[in-house]
């Protein structure tokens, strides 16, 4: 089963059931009916009508329940459909990128749970936890989030693609307790990369914060 945690960040398969799992098992909508309850939620809160996501939900076949960003959503999707895409195309938070599709780059990195996972590794139908983006990180009061200043502070990004991917993953860095030294930063950012190699202002970015939250 692939992983759909960063390749510098060892296994946790606690998501369940991934794309490449599906495509190869021979799984088919046969498999679609437990792994909807699975999805499903007990937060209690109101869910948008199916009609309400859009064109791109036509000629879904299944309802995956997603509560992203504090809000529940039932969103059409094909059974193969991956996180990444049901955030993207069909509930329309382009925050998360999709850089290489693949589990390879780190751009798609958005929280399930807490804690950083690869949303193009992930089946949207295999989500139980409340799912983060970078839409939703900050407090909602029109500051930004720590690590998203601590970006801004130290230039960290320069065409700015990989750059939600980063923060989430950065996040995670220093919430998880891995942001002690740069060494130790750049161990657990190694699946997240830069085109533009502003590698040296995000650990400075990260150490920031590390600090300022009284970790460092
Ligand atoms: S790792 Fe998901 S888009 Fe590259
Ligand atoms: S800022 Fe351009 S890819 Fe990272």
């Not at 970078?134 to 960290?156: K, R, T």
Request: hydrophobic share 35%; net charge neutral; glycine share 12%.
């Amino acid at each position: 089963m692939a992983d759909n945690r960063h390749p510098s960040r060892g296994g946790d398969t606690r998501q369940g059931v991934n794309r490449r799992w599906v495509l190869t098992s021979g799984a088919s909508t046969a498999v679609a009916v437990p792994l909807v309850a699975m999805a499903r939620t007990d937060d209690g809160r109101s869910a948008a009508a199916p009609g309400a996501l859009g064109a791109a939900a036509a000629g879904k076949t299944t309802t995956a329940r997603l509560t992203v960003n504090g809000r529940t959503h039932d969103v059409p999707v094909d059974p193969r459909t991956t996180l990444l895409d049901a955030l993207r195309e069909t509930m329309g938070l382009t925050g998360p990128k999709k850089g290489c599709d693949h589990g390879q780059c780190g751009a798609c990195t958005v929280h399930i749970g807490g804690r950083p996972v690869l949303s193009c590794l992930t089946l949207a139908l295999a989500v139980r936890e409340p799912v983060t983006t970078i839409e939703g990180l900050a407090a909602g009061d029109g500051s930004l989030h720590p690590m998203q200043q601590a970006f801004v502070d130290h230039d960290a990004f320069q065409c700015g693609y990989c750059t939600p991917g980063q923060i989430m993953s950065a996040v995670g860095c220093v919430e998880s307790g891995h942001a002690g030294d740069d060494a130790a930063v750049r161990e657990y950012m190694s699946g997240n990369l830069c085109r533009c190699a502003a590698y040296p202002n995000i650990v400075a970015a990260i150490r920031q914060v590390d600090f300022e939250t009284g970790r460092g």
